[in-house]
C-alpha cells in the first residue's frame, strides 16, 4: 500500500505540473522522463499512414498518406521539402524531469512560447511504435499505441488524452511504463493483463469505465475505421516515412484503415523488402474505384522472394467498383485468406498474367465482374476448394492453369461461369474436379480438361442444377466420372435452345484404370450430344460406360453420332 501510495502522489504531481503547461494541456500524447537518467524516445510508424483532420461541423476530410493535411500551416519543426510538412513521427532526448509532447494530425499550431524543444512531432491514424532508450543505446522498453480509430481524438479534452511516464520504483532495477487516459480513474501498467502484445487501444481507453468507450475491461468497444482516400500526388504502394525524411516504417504495407484507391496506382519498381507484403486488415476494406487500374508491376530487382504479396485478411474485404481493374505481373501473389471477400462489380477485372498467382484459402469471391488467367501457365496454391458465385466470371483466355490434389473448383449462382477459350487448359490434380449448381455454367470451346500427371485420374466435370452449358471441340482427358449432368429438367421450364450442349468433344483414357462414364445424364432434358469420340489407349480398359442416362424425359435428349472406341458402351 505504501508503495501505491507514493505511485499515486507522483501521478497527481505530474499532472498538476501538466496543467499548468499550456503547451502540454493542448497535446494529445504527453511523455514525461520521470527517472533521473536522460533517455531517448523514438516514435515511427508501424502500418500505413492515414491522414485527415477534423474541423466542427464538416465531415471529415480523409487521405491516405503521410503528408500533412492543411499545407497552408507551419508546424515547428524544420520542413523537410519546401511544400510541406510531413507526420512522421521523430525522436527526442528526454532529461531526468523534463517531457515531450506528440500531437495527432493537424495539432502543433499553437502559440508557443520557447516550447519547440518539447515537441517530438505529430502522428496520424495508424500504428505506432514507442521506443525508449536509455543512452541512445540501450533498449529500455518498447510498445505500439493504436490510432486506428476515425471517433477518437474529436472530443474537447483539457489535458493530454494519453500521459505516458516512465518511473523508476523503489528497490526496482528497472524502469516502467505507467499510462492513463484522460478522464480515467486509474492508471495502468504497460505489462497489465488487459494491455494485449504491448499494445495500447486508442477507442479502449483501459481505466476509463464509461460506456462511451466501453466498460473497461470487459467490453472494449469497436474502432471505427473511417473512409480514406490516396493522394493524387501518390502513384506507388506503398508508402514509406523514409520517403519524406521521417523515421524508419515497418510494415508499411499494412492496410488496417478503410482506403478508397481514387487514380491508378502501381507497386514499386525497386522493392525495399523481400517480400513486399500488402495486407487487408481484419475487418477493412480496400476498394479499387471506379474506372481505376491497381497494378502490381513486376520488379526491377530479383531473387527467391522479390516479389508483392497482396493478402487479405479474414473478414477484410478487397472490393473492385465497376470498370476497375488489378493486374497481378510475374511473380506478385494475390492471397484470400479464409473468411476474406473479393467482391466484383459489374465490368471490373482481376487480371493474372503469366507468372503472377491468384491463391484463394477459402475467401468469397462475389459479383459479376470477371477473373481472367491471360496467355501462359498459372498455378494454384495449395488449399482445398475455390468457391466463385454470385455471377463471377473465372476467364482462361488461352491460358494454362494447373489445381493441386483434393481440390474442387465450385461456380455456384445465376450468371457465374467458367469460360475457356480457345488453346487453354485447365489440369487437375487426383481428387480435384469442378462443380457447378445454383445457376452456374461452362463455355469451353476448343479447350483441354485434363490431369495434371497423364497417367492419373482426376474426378471430372459435375453440372447440376438449372443452367446453360456450351462445352464444344474440346478435349476430356483421365476423368473418372467425365461429364456428369443432374436436374437440369423442370416439366415448367423450357431451356433454349439446351441446358446443356457437349458436340466435337473427345473423352480419353490414357491411364491404367477403368474410368466410370464418359458422359452421365441423370433428371435432365434438353440435351445435345453431338459428335463427341471416347477412347482409350487400352481397348480392354476403357469406360465402364460411354453415355449413361437415367431417369431422362427421352423425347428431350438428343444423342448423335457419339462413336466409342473403348470397351465401354454407348447408352
Known amino acids: 500500500m505504501k508503495e501505491l501510495f507514493s505511485f499515486c502522489v507522483v501521478l497527481i504531481f505530474l499532472f498538476v505540473d501538466a496543467i499548468a503547461q499550456p503547451l502540454i494541456g493542448q497535446a494529445e500524447i504527453l511523455f514525461r522522463n520521470s527517472t533521473e537518467h536522460e533517455i531517448v524516445l523514438v516514435v515511427s510508424p508501424a502500418s500505413a499512414v492515414f491522414s485527415g483532420f477534423y474541423t466542427p461541423a464538416t465531415e471529415h476530410f480523409r487521405k491516405y498518406s503521410l503528408t500533412r493535411s492543411n499545407l497552408s500551416q507551419e508546424p515547428f519543426w524544420p520542413l523537410r521539402r519546401s511544400d510541406t510538412a510531413y507526420i512522421v513521427g521523430g525522436s527526442k532526448l528526454i532529461l531526468p524531469g523534463d517531457y515531450c509532447v506528440i500531437d495527432f494530425d493537424d495539432g502543433l499550431y499553437y502559440d508557443f512560447v520557447n516550447s519547440a524543444s518539447k515537441v517530438l512531432g505529430g502522428i496520424s491514424y495508424g500504428l505506432w511504435k514507442f521506443e525508449i532508450f536509455q543512452d541512445s543505446a540501450q533498449l529500455i522498453d518498447v510498445f505500439y499505441f493504436d490510432e486506428r480509430d476515425m471517433n477518437h481524438g474529436t472530443g474537447p479534452f483539457n489535458n493530454p488524452d494519453i500521459f505516458f511516464s516512465l518511473v523508476r520504483r523503489n528497490g526496482s532495477s528497472s524502469d516502467s511504463v505507467l499510462f492513463i487516459f484522460n478522464a480515467a480513474q486509474d492508471s495502468v501498467n504497460l505489462y497489465d493483463s488487459r494491455i494485449l502484445n504491448k499494445v495500447i487501444k486508442s477507442w479502449h481507453k483501459v481505466g476509463l469505465y464509461s460506456p462511451i468507450y466501453g466498460q473497461d475491461p470487459i467490453n472494449p468497444g469497436s474502432p471505427n475505421m473511417g473512409q480514406f482516400r490516396t493522394l493524387n500526388r501518390e502513384r506507388n504502394i506503398p508508402i514509406y516515412a523514409t520517403d519524406f525524411g521521417g523515421m524508419k516504417h515497418s510494415n508499411a504495407g499494412e492496410i488496417d484503415l478503410n482506403l478508397i484507391i481514387e487514380h491508378d496506382i502501381r507497386t514499386r519498381d525497386t522493392l525495399r523488402e523481400f517480400p513486399t507484403n500488402l495486407v487487408i486488415s481484419k475487418g477493412t476494406e480496400l476498394r479499387i474505384d471506379y474506372d481505376v487500374v491497381f497494378e502490381m508491376i513486376t520488379p526491377l530487382n530479383s531473387g527467391t522472394n522479390f516479389f508483392n504479396l497482396l493478402t487479405v485478411k479474414d473478414s477484410a474485404w478487397l472490393s473492385l467498383y465497376p470498370c476497375a481493374t488489378l493486374i497481378i505481373d510475374s511473380p506478385n501473389e494475390l492471397r484470400l485468406e479464409n473468411g476474406s471477400k473479393l467482391t466484383l462489380a459489374l465490368g471490373s477485372n482481376i487480371l493474372i498474367r503469366n507468372g503472377g498467382k491468384f491463391c484463394n484459402e477459402g475467401g468469397k469471391v462475389l459479383g459479376a465482374g470477371h477473373v481472367i488467367f491471360d496467355k501462359g501457365i498459372h498455378n494454384t496454391c495449395e488449399f482445398d476448394n475455390f468457391t466463385a458465385s454470385d455471377s463471377i466470371k473465372i476467364v482462361l483466355d488461352s491460358a494454362t492453369l494447373s489445381l493441386p490434389d483434393d481440390y474442387t473448383l465450385h461456380l455456384k449462382g445465376h450468371e457465374t461461369a467458367l469460360i475457356l477459350n480457345p488453346g487453354s487448359k485447365l489440369l487437375f490434380g487426383e481428387n480435384s474436379g469442378i462443380v457447378c449448381d445454383s445457376g452456374a455454367r461452362i463455355i469451353a470451346n476448343d ?17 447440376n442444377d438449372l443452367a446453360s452449358d456450351t462445352i464444344k471441340n474440346c478435349t476430356i482427358k483421365n476423368a473418372m466420372y467425365g461429364i456428369m449432368i443432374s436436374d437440369r429438367y423442370d416439366s415448367e421450364e423450357s431451356p433454349e435452345p439446351y441446358s446443356a450442349e457437349i458436340s466435337g468433344c473427345s473423352f480419353v483414357n490414357q491411364t491404367s484404370q477403368v474410368l466410370n462414364n464418359a458422359i452421365y445424364l441423370q433428371n ?13 489407349n487400352n481397348l480392354s480398359i476403357g469406360f465402364t460406360h460411354g453415355i449413361y442416362a437415367e431417369y431422362c424425359p427421352g423425347e428431350m435428349l438428343n444423342i448423335i453420332n457419339n462413336p466409342s472406341t473403348s470397351s465401354g458402351q454407348v447408352a
Request: a positive charge.
Open 524 to 536: 435432365s432434358a434438353h440435351v445435345l450430344l453431338k459428335n463427341n469420340a471416347i477412347t482409350s
Open 447 to 463: 479447350a483441354t480438361f485434363a490431369s495434371v500427371d497423364s497417367t492419373k485420374k482426376w474426378n471430372g466435370i459435375s453440372l
